[in-house]
Each structure stands twice: as C-alpha cells, then as structure tokens.
C-alpha cells in the first residue's frame, strides 16, 4: 500500500473513532510502527490530526469546541464511562460535578440515587437533576460561558473555594500522563481546579479522544487525580504512565 492509500485510511478511522494508537494502524496495515509515526507526522504537520503520545486524535486547535461538537464525539463511549462513575456515588454522598458531555452523562446516571448534594456550575448538569427531587442540587453562579453551558469566572470560584464535597467528577479537553487534566480556557481551568481542590477524591472522566492529548491550560496536574475512568480504546501506554504516576486506572 502506498503512502497516499495508508494515510487516507488513517483519517477515516480518526473521524470514525476519534483517535488511533501507532499499534492498532500497525497491526491494521501491515506496516512497521516507524511507517506509521511518520505517517501521523505529516498528516499532523498539514493540520489533518493531532498527534498524541503513542498514536493521534482528531485534529484540535486551541479553540474550545462548541457543546454540540463535543457531544457527537465518542458518546457511546461517554455513556458507558458515566454509567462506571455513578456506580462510585452512594446515597447521601456530596459530589461535585464540572461542566462537560461526560459529567451531563453521569448527572442523568444520578438521577436515580437518593439523598445526594449534588455541586455544579452546570447549567446541563443542573437540568439533568431536575426530575430528581430525593436529591439537592447547588448550582454555582457566575459569567455564563455560552460555549460549555456553565459558569465561570471570580464569582464562581470563591464559591467553589467554600464548598467540599466527597468526590469531585471532571472532564477536559485533554489528559497526558506528564502534565495533568487540561482545557484551552483559563475560566474553565479555574473553576474546575477550585472545585478540585475542595474535594476528598478527584476523579476524571476522560474518553480515548482525550488520553494523551495536552490543551493549552492546566486544570489538576496529575499527582492531584486518584482516579480515572476512561473506555478500551485509550491508548495503553499512555495508561500504563498514569498508573506509574500513582492514578488509579478503570477502563470500560
């Protein structure tokens, strides 16, 4: 197979799985792991991926997705990530969620508990609870960010900064062993890591489009997360970094 043919093929499975391991296209085309790191080199130099640790993401730039385009992506894989998260939620836990498809998820999951506190700057999250009367749920003001459905900004953190709960729930744009849980948005990063920072536990919900990716803004380095819940595609080496960093790993 020419180089031209390999490479079409290599963008097709990026815009249908969102990401690709050196590995698994190795083994797919019969061709050595070097043909294909050079393969994603240059479909990354012509802006046509993002190259990752250990193989690429749909291509990325430093502007934040819209909510739309961020919840077409991966959902089946979302779904089954939030359903592995609401089985750590006890009734009359305190848990804090962040804004994201994949919190929005887990927020429809909760629904069925009873007795939680449920803490969010999500207008979505917030929704998602809304038929759930057996659980209180504090939504935290501030800006509007139009883009994620959720507040930011000042306000929004000093209230953060008061508040604790047992597990804080976290998304992102990004998750890399040797830098942490990031976003391309200050607002967003502030807030998330205020909410982190008054949690017990930090638990991150980051699907295989995300792992070893690095946005622009670190949210929680990643001797701050103890857990990660993330699905069978992520790549393994990436994974196998986040253990050795002392992350609890669960992959669904």
């Known amino acids: ?3 031209a043919q390999r490479r079409n093929v290599i963008i097709e499975t990026i815009e249908r799985d ?3 391991s050196i590995s698994a296209l190795s083994e797919k085309l019969t061709t050595s792991a070097v043909t294909i790191r050079r393969d994603l080199d240059q479909l990354a130099e012509e802006g046509r991926l993002t190259r990752t640790h250990g193989g690429a993401v749909a291509f990325s730039s430093s502007r934040e997705s819209t909510y739309a385009e961020k919840l077409e992506q991966a959902l089946a ?7 592995a998260a609401a089985k750590h939620v006890r009734n009359g836990d305190v848990v804090a969620l962040g804004p994201g498809t994949t919190t929005e998820l887990l927020a429809k999951e909760l629904s069925s508990h009873s007795g939680l506190r449920v803490v969010t700057n999500s207008l979505l999250v917030a929704e998602a609870l809304v038929a759930s009367p057996d659980n209180e749920v504090i ?9 994620i459905r959720a507040f930011v900004g000042g306000g929004t953190v000093s209230q953060l900064l008061e508040l604790r ?12 062993a040797d ?3 990031s976003t391309p948005a200050f607002p967003v990063a502030d807030t998330d890591r205020a909410m982190a920072r008054g949690a017990g536990r930090v638990t991150a919900l980051v699907d295989h489009t995300k ?3 690095r946005s622009s803004v670190l949210t929680v380095p990643t001797e701050a997360i103890n857990h990660l819940i993330t699905d069978a595609k992520s790549e393994t080496g990436e994974l196998d970094a986040l253990r050795t960093a002392g992350v609890e790993v669960e992959v669904v």
């Open 1 to 3: 197979m020419i180089a």
């Open 18 to 20: 969102g990401a690709v």
């Open 77 to 83: 894989e979302k779904t089954a990530i939030a359903r």
């Open 139 to 147: 939504v935290v003001g501030g800006i509007l960010r139009h883009s």
């Open 165 to 176: 709960a047992d597990t804080v729930f976290l998304s992102g744009n990004g998750l890399a």
């Open 179 to 181: 830098f942490g849980l």
């Open 211 to 213: 792992v070893g990716l």
